[in-house]
């Protein structure tokens, strides 16, 4: 079962909000400290688009690419990196693209 898009403008989105296939560019990572300084040394930039590869069958981890490299995240962890809304790109929106 993928996640649901959350439509409240206030809250921006992360990547535990998106799907598998979806895509969309990093707009800041939340939190401090060690967890932060690994995500950023990982390649979490903002800036940086990344690919939601797959949910684990109990949807957690998430299975993430960024910048040709396969990561997983726990949906915790996914939870902080938050992403630009306008710029998520659905699978859906791929297969129309290439017709």
Do not use: C
């Not at 535990?16 to 895509?23: L, S």
């Not at 069958?57 to 630009?84: C, F, M, N, T, W």
């Amino acid at each position: 079962m993928q996640p649901s898009r959350k439509a409240d403008p206030f809250v921006p989105p992360s990547l535990r909000d998106m799907r598998e296939g979806d895509r969309a560019t990093i707009k800041a990572i939340r939190g401090e400290g060690p967890f932060k300084r690994r995500l950023l040394e990982m390649g979490f930039m903002p800036g940086t688009t990344v690919l939601i590869k797959k949910y684990a069958p109990l949807r957690d981890p998430i299975e993430l690419v960024i910048k040709g490299y396969h990561v997983s995240l726990r949906r915790k962890e996914a939870q902080q990196v938050l992403v630009h809304a306008d710029t998520i790109q659905t699978a859906d929106d791929e297969k129309h693209e290439n017709h």
